[in-house]
């Protein structure tokens, strides 16, 4: 069965500073994982996606992602926090043997300090 | 492109009342889906539909919620009665197809009294 593990449920950083939230799946076939953002009082937005090919991602706002499926990871990064970059972070993954229904992990918060 | 929109955007109601919230996808998009989203909690799927068919509802509580896609287009939550661990956030997605990226609306915030 398919399951995301996000590590760390709050996650504070200097603004400048890297961000990584990290995150770990299982999954008894090649997945495809996603990373959404939650600003407060709206919806998840995605933030990039991992499908097939090139393993790390490139996605908006300067986040990037690597899948290594040797760790089964798909961990969050970016190399220079900013203050508007403040929200919930959501794992997902999804894969044929789950039907592709979408788990998604507990989240993430990320503060940004000044 | 419009989003995906919902109402009402928040709804206060006491336990044993129904509730009712509508969710209109994204034009084109075939599947939709229905999450709760507990505070301090990652989205739970209670229903997704292809068109008008339903492919998932395994964690949907069948007794007190209920959900239709009319046409293939609009769809329409439905709890009654509802119980105080009801109070959630629930979101609506669509896209154009699974397992693709799924394009959320603002969610609404039930409380139950």
């Known amino acids: 069965a398919q399951s995301v593990t996000q590590l760390g449920s709050h996650v504070s950083v200097s603004e400048g500073a890297l961000v990584l939230l990290r995150c770990n799946y299982s999954s008894s076939v090649p997945p495809y994982l996603f990373w959404y953002v939650q600003y407060p009082n709206q919806g998840l937005q995605l933030l990039l996606k991992y499908t097939t090919g090139a393993t790390l991602v490139k996605g908006i706002n300067g986040f990037e992602a690597e899948f290594k499926k040797s760790e089964t990871s798909f961990h969050l990064t970016k190399p220079s926090a900013h203050m508007s970059d403040a929200a919930e972070y959501f794992c997902?993954?999804?894969?044929?043997?789950?039907?592709?229904?979408?788990?998604f992990g507990a989240g993430t918060r990320l503060f940004v300090k000044a | 492109e419009a989003g995906v929109a919902q109402s009402p955007r928040y709804k206060i109601i006491e336990k044993r009342q129904s509730v009712a919230f509508w969710c209109n996808p994204i034009?084109?998009?075939?599947?939709l889906y229905w999450y709760q989203q507990i505070l301090g909690q990652g989205p739970k799927l209670l229903i997704q539909f292809q068109n008008n068919g339903v492919v998932d509802d395994s964690q949907l509580p069948k007794d007190r919620f209920s959900a239709e896609r009319l046409k293939g287009v609009d769809s329409t939550l439905k709890i009654q009665p509802a119980k105080l661990e009801d109070s959630a956030v629930y979101l609506c997605?669509?896209?154009?197809?699974?397992?693709?990226?799924?394009?959320f609306g603002p969610g609404t915030r039930l409380t139950v009294t």
């Open positions: 034009s084109g998009h075939a599947t």
């Open positions: 997605a669509s896209s154009p197809s699974s397992p693709y990226e799924q394009y």
């Open positions: 997902a993954v999804s894969d044929r043997g789950g039907g592709f229904k979408t788990i």
